[in-house]
């Protein structure tokens, strides 16, 4: 009976010593887990920032970028600048107008904007008399919640689609100039770029 004794104690205590290397084992293989999934999820990328120069009387600008989605889907929901740059930044699409009634004016352009988007009706003259009138549909741009950025997809903010509308200039955008711009996303938060003003991209 005292050799089977010691037999026991000892069977006791490899099985404690096991367990407690399995515990440890989990734990470890847990953490791993952990941090490897941490490592995968990647936010968007922003490149080519760029803004459009602004006429001397111009009040109003526009940014554009591009963005490849990171490896979930997400959206930006809104972008900021320093007040010294705009006064207010909102996220803008230019859309087709919902107004059809046409008419004969000449040139209608978008307020104080320089992303570029303008509509025209053109009036010609055949055998001397007024011939039809071509009427080129209406832009228009308007503010949007958010645009979508699905992921590992490109999203191109560019003129005549989705675009960054900088509001209230207190000063034209120069060619060569250079500033911040914060873009806010929904799951990745605020992204920094910086946004270069040329003519065009």
Avoid at 60 to 84: K, P, Q, R
Avoid at 92 to 119: F, I, K, L, N, P
Wanted: aromatic share 4%; hydrophobic share 40%; net charge negative.
């Amino acid at each position: 009976s005292l050799t089977r004794r010691p037999l026991a104690l000892g069977l006791v205590a490899l099985a404690f010593v096991a367990t407690g290397c399995g515990d440890a084992d989990k734990d470890t293989a847990s953490d791993e887990a952990t941090t490897t999934t941490a490592a995968e999820v990647k936010a968007p990328v922003i490149t080519d920032a760029w803004a459009r120069t602004s006429p001397m009387s111009a009040t109003n600008g526009a940014a554009y970028f591009t963005v490849t989605g990171g490896s979930e889907d997400d959206e930006i929901t809104g972008a900021s600048a320093d007040a010294s740059i705009a006064g207010t930044v909102q996220i803008h699409e230019t859309v087709m107008s919902d107004d059809s009634s046409g008419g004969m004016s000449s040139t209608t352009a978008m307020s104080g904007s320089s992303d570029g988007m303008s509509t025209t009706t053109a009036m010609g003259e055949s055998g001397g008399g007024m011939s039809s009138t071509t009427m080129a549909p209406a832009m228009e741009m308007r503010e949007v919640d958010s645009i979508a950025v699905p992921a590992g997809k490109m999203v191109e903010l560019k003129p005549g689609g989705y675009h960054v509308m900088l509001i209230d200039l207190p000063k034209p955008l120069e060619k060569g100039a250079t500033f911040d711009l914060t873009v806010t996303f929904a799951k990745a938060g605020d992204q920094t770029v910086k946004v270069e003003v040329k003519d065009a991209p």
